[in-house]
C-alpha cells in the first residue's frame, strides 16, 4: 500500500486539532523510520544513562556544544581542528557563527516550542553576523514566508511522532528552504538540535548529532537532503532516516565525552 507523506515538503502544515488525526504521523510508516527512530532514541536514552551525568552534565554538554560548532561548521565547508576551536585561534566567520549559535542555544530553550520565528531570526544574526549585511540579519525571503508558517506550527504543535524524527522534519525543511540566504545550514541545525531538547530527546543537551552529520559525510549529507527537497516518499524517507542514524551517532560521540571526563 502506498504511503501518503501529510503534506509536502513547501507547503503550511496545519496543527493538528484536539481529537483530530495527527498529520505528521504517517511519517513512521515511510520505510525505515520507525525502526531508525527507535535506535536513536535507545542510543541517546544509553547516553543519558551514564554515571558521569549525575555530577558532570554542564561539562558534558559544554564539549558537545563545541564538537557540535565544529561539526556544523564542517558541514557548511569549513573544517577546522578541535584543538584549534579550543585554543580560540580560529577566526574564519562561519566557525565563528556556528560557535555563536551553539553557545547560545540554552538560552533559547523555552523560548523555541513559543516563538519559533523569533528564535530563528537570532539564530541567522548569530551565524551570519560576519558573513550578510546587518539590515539583511534574522530577515528571512519573501519565498520563505508560507512555508515557515508551516514550519512554525510544526514546532508550537503536539504531534505523537518521536522527538527525532520532528527535528529532522525542521533540519529538512529549513536547510532545503534555505530562507536566509546565508549560514542557513548552521541555522538549521540549531533549530534541529533546539527541538531535540525541547521535545525531550536529549534535554541536557549531551549528544552532539552534528558529528554524527559530519563523519558520514558532507556529500552523504547533500545528497539526503536533496531527497528531502525532491518530496518524494522514498526521499523524505532518505533524510529522516539519515537524520536518525546522525542522532545515534551523536549519542556515541556524548558516550565518548562522558569517557573521557570519567579517566579525567
Given at each position: 500500500?502506498?504511503?501518503?507523506?501529510?503534506?509536502?515538503p513547501?507547503?503550511?502544515?496545519?496543527?493538528a486539532?484536539?481529537?483530530?488525526?495527527?498529520?505528521l504521523?504517517?511519517?513512521?510508516?515511510?520505510p525505515?523510520?520507525?525502526?531508525?527512530?527507535?535506535?536513536?532514541?535507545?542510543?541517546?536514552d544509553?547516553?543519558?544513562?551514564?554515571?558521569?551525568?549525575?555530577?558532570?552534565?554542564?561539562?558534558?554538554?559544554?564539549?558537545?556544544?563545541?564538537?557540535?560548532?565544529?561539526?556544523?561548521?564542517?558541514?557548511?565547508?569549513?573544517?577546522?581542528?578541535?584543538?584549534?576551536?579550543?585554543?580560540?585561534?580560529?577566526?574564519?566567520?562561519?566557525?565563528?557563527?556556528?560557535?555563536?549559535?551553539?553557545?547560545?542555544?540554552?538560552?533559547?530553550?523555552e523560548?523555541?516550542?513559543?516563538?519559533?520565528?523569533?528564535?530563528?531570526?537570532?539564530?541567522?544574526?548569530?551565524?551570519?553576523?560576519?558573513?550578510?549585511d546587518?539590515?539583511?540579519?534574522?530577515?528571512?525571503?519573501?519565498?520563505?514566508?508560507?512555508?515557515?508558517?508551516?514550519?512554525?506550527?510544526?514546532?508550537?504543535?503536539?504531534t505523537?511522532?518521536?522527538?527525532?524524527?520532528?527535528?529532522g522534519?525542521?533540519?529538512?525543511?529549513?536547510?532545503?528552504?534555505?530562507?536566509?540566504?546565508?549560514?542557513?545550514?548552521?541555522?538549521?541545525?540549531?533549530?534541529?538540535?533546539?527541538?531535540?531538547?525541547?521535545?525531550?530527546?536529549?534535554?541536557?543537551a549531551?549528544?552532539?548529532?552534528?558529528?554524527?552529520?559530519?563523519?558520514?559525510?558532507?556529500?552523504?549529507?547533500?545528497?539526503?537532503?536533496?531527497?528531502?527537497?525532491?518530496?518524494?516518499?522514498?526521499?523524505?524517507?532518505?533524510?529522516?532516516?539519515?537524520?536518525?542514524?546522525?542522532?545515534?551517532?551523536?549519542?556515541?560521540?556524548?558516550?565518548?565525552?562522558?569517557?573521557?571526563?570519567?579517566?579525567?
Amino acid at each position: 500500500m502506498a504511503v501518503t507523506i501529510p503534506v509536502r515538503p513547501g507547503a503550511a502544515r496545519p496543527a493538528a486539532r484536539p481529537g483530530a488525526p495527527d498529520p505528521l504521523a504517517p511519517l513512521l510508516d515511510l520505510p525505515g523510520v520507525r525502526e531508525a527512530a527507535d535506535t536513536a532514541r535507545a542510543a541517546v536514552d544509553r547516553l543519558l544513562g551514564h554515571r558521569v551525568l549525575r555530577r558532570e552534565s554542564a561539562g558534558v554538554s559544554t564539549e558537545s556544544a563545541l564538537r557540535g560548532a565544529r561539526a556544523s561548521a564542517a558541514l557548511a565547508g569549513v573544517d577546522v581542528p578541535l584543538a584549534e576551536l579550543r585554543a580560540g585561534s580560529v577566526a574564519d566567520p562561519v566557525v565563528q557563527g556556528s560557535l555563536r549559535v551553539s553557545a547560545a542555544i540554552g538560552s533559547m530553550v523555552e523560548t523555541w516550542p513559543k516563538a519559533p520565528g523569533q528564535v530563528l531570526a537570532r539564530l541567522h544574526v548569530l551565524a551570519a553576523a560576519d558573513l550578510a549585511d546587518r539590515a539583511d540579519l534574522g530577515r528571512p525571503a519573501p519565498h520563505a514566508g508560507a512555508r515557515l508558517s508551516g514550519l512554525f506550527s510544526i514546532v508550537t504543535a503536539t504531534t505523537t511522532v518521536p522527538a527525532v524524527v520532528v527535528a529532522g522534519l525542521v533540519h529538512g525543511e529549513l536547510a532545503a528552504l534555505a530562507p536566509f540566504g546565508t549560514a542557513d545550514g548552521v541555522v538549521a541545525r540549531g533549530a534541529a538540535r533546539l527541538t531535540g531538547i525541547t521535545r525531550g530527546l536529549d534535554v541536557k543537551a549531551v549528544s552532539v548529532p552534528e558529528v554524527g552529520f559530519s563523519e558520514f559525510g558532507r556529500a552523504a549529507y547533500d545528497e539526503a537532503l536533496a531527497g528531502y527537497a525532491a518530496g518524494t516518499p522514498e526521499g523524505v524517507a532518505g533524510w529522516l532516516v539519515h537524520c536518525c542514524r546522525a542522532t545515534e551517532h551523536g549519542a556515541l560521540e556524548g558516550l565518548a565525552i562522558c569517557e573521557s571526563l570519567l579517566r579525567g
